[in-house]
């Protein structure tokens, strides 16, 4: 929106703190540099993390990453290494960690409630020792991401109660939308040129082929 008026932009620290108030003690308090007891615990119980990253000109990413519960190796108080998997190749929380180590992760696990964010500074590793305690399927990950913390605090449940993430009746029909095969099909088709039912068929197949075969 190219056109947005001026007058309705925050644009500045004062504007943006002059229409809320001031955060809670604690809300600043529970910040720590390195990783407690509680936090460690909810790194080892957690399959699920996202990862921001950006690149050098300042160009943001997101990235899942999802294994069992303990995928991510708590090697101690302020260093985490989490196993990289197959996809797609394209590399961009990889590429951007090269250029800018600076990453955010958020932690989620089925059930919970509140999360966990932690903050620092990544680097690509390929140690062997690390690695091969990251096997699954007895295949070994080709590297990894360490991440040395900076900060570490627990998120409330606000979000995911508004949400109501990980209740049932919240889940919607994959069916009500076409398959993502589909979906990647159109977005890449011409005008001249849309996917027919047999190409739409046979993407379906191969993206529950990789599934199978490619996850590690």
Known sequence: MDDQKTDT?????????????????????????????????????????????????????????GDPPGFVQVLDDNT????????????????????????????????FEDALRVNGKAKLVKDEKILERCAVNRKVPTMGIMVEINEAYLHCAKAVR?????????????????????????????PEKQPTEEEIKEGDEFVEDNYKTGLY
């Open 162 to 190: 508004r949400s109501k993430l990980w209740k049932v009746e919240s889940q919607q029909d994959r069916k009500e939308m076409p398959t993502l095969a589909q979906m990647i099909l159109e977005q890449v088709a011409t």
């Open 80 to 111: 985490i290494f989490i196993p990289d998997r197959p996809g797609n190749n394209r590399l961009d929380t990889m590429s951007n960690i090269i250029a800018n180590p600076n990453v955010g992760l958020l932690f989620l696990i089925p059930g």
């Open 9 to 65: 932009v925050v644009a500045n620290e004062d504007d943006l703190r002059g229409n809320y108030g001031e955060p809670m003690d604690i809300a600043l308090m529970k910040q720590l540099g390195k990783l407690d007891t509680h936090c460690k615990e909810f790194i080892s119980r957690s399959p699920f993390l996202c990862i921001g990253t950006s690149a050098a000109d300042g160009k943001a990413d997101v990235s899942p990453r």
